[in-house]
């Protein structure tokens, strides 16, 4: 199970943090993907990040959010956040937290995923 939680309203320039806990997850290496959806618009892959064991973890972003978003992963809780700074109203949508054993080899794909959040809306104006 994934929760999201940490969207809201803000005004264009300003940040927020999302997170994402994975309740029930026992793999030592597993793939932790932000994507979002806005409406009219096809899914889109946000950023994603790789734990592998006690090895660092390998992050992936879209181009359209390199230098303003940063995910990060606390594999002790299993829990990835989303820091998004400089947000513009083209970054509203609500934002899906997903999750699959193993690397990212594919992780702007939606139904790549095996586990997904309900969503946290996140409105820029």
């Known amino acids: 199970q994934l929760v999201e939680s940490g969207g809201d309203s803000v005004q264009a320039g300003g940040s927020l943090r999302l997170s994402c806990t994975a309740s029930g997850y026992t793999s030592s290496s597993f793939c932790m993907g932000w994507l979002r959806q806005s409406p009219g618009k096809e899914r889109e892959g946000v950023a994603a990040a790789a734990g592998f064991g006690a090895f660092g973890t390998t992050t992936y972003y879209a181009d359209s959010v390199k230098g303003r978003f940063t995910i990060s992963l606390n594999k002790v809780n299993n829990t990835v956040y989303l820091q998004m700074d400089n947000l513009s109203p083209e970054d509203t949508a609500m934002y899906y937290c997903?999750?699959?054993?193993?690397?990212?080899?594919?992780?702007?794909?939606?139904?790549?995923?095996?586990?997904w959040g309900r969503g946290t809306q996140v409105t820029v104006s």
């Open positions: 997903a999750a699959r054993p193993g690397g990212c080899a594919s992780w702007p794909d939606w139904s790549w995923y095996t586990s």
